[in-house]
């Protein structure tokens, strides 16, 4: 989720395709002009076998876990969120580790009574962000964040939280709010 070396694919595969324009153009075509085939076709099968296992032994080299499939932080993430929350909570989080828990939670029907909302989700929803968005829920549906950065600090200007468990992926740690901050921050249900 977080590896954005998967964005340079794009990139990685029109320089590709301009290094193969230009193979065809300066090595390819001018042993097209040989006229003896028996010189010409061992030189040309050579060039081609060159030409194709050097970009295969770049890709295998040089491509990161998650271009090569074996990146599973995303896993991770949701088997340790879903197995630690309670039952019907929310999770709020930010855009990295929302794709994961939405792709287990929609695709692979993990926790289907646990909803996901990240900070874009709240602020187009006209929440006004992860905070106030608690407060749609808390204390009648348990509440549960993924923050990133400073975003704790804010919370806990509203809320108390309680540390539930360190994900070991993207420095990730899940936390309860358990409370407010003082008495008039949250309304009884």
């Known amino acids: 989720i977080n590896d954005t070396t ?20 300066l090595l390819l075509s001018p042993i097209a002009r040989i006229t003896n085939a028996s010189i010409r076709r061992p030189i040309f099968f050579l060039m081609c076998t060159i030409l194709l296992a050097l970009p295969c032994y770049l890709a295998k080299v040089n491509w990161s876990n998650a271009d090569m499939h074996g990146y599973y932080d995303a896993e991770i993430l949701a088997k340790g969120v879903f197995d630690a929350v309670k039952p019907h909570a929310v999770v709020f989080c930010w855009w990295g580790p929302s794709n994961g828990l939405w792709y287990a939670h ?23 962000g992860v905070t106030p968005a608690i407060g749609r829920f808390y204390p009648q549906r348990p509440c549960y964040s993924l923050p990133l950065g400073d975003q704790i600090d804010v ?4 809320y108390k939280l309680k540390l539930i468990s360190d994900l070991h992926v993207f420095g990730q740690s ?3 709010v358990v409370g407010p901050s003082d008495s008039s921050s949250v309304k009884a249900p």
């Open 6 to 25: 998967h964005y340079l694919l794009i990139p990685n595969w029109l320089l590709f395709f301009t290094a193969a324009m230009g193979a065809q153009l």
């Open 106 to 128: 929609y695709v692979e029907g993990l926790r289907p009574d646990v909803d996901v909302y990240d900070d874009s989700t709240t602020v187009d929803r006209g929440w006004g």
């Open 155 to 158: 919370i806990q200007k509203k």
């Open 174 to 176: 899940l936390y309860e």
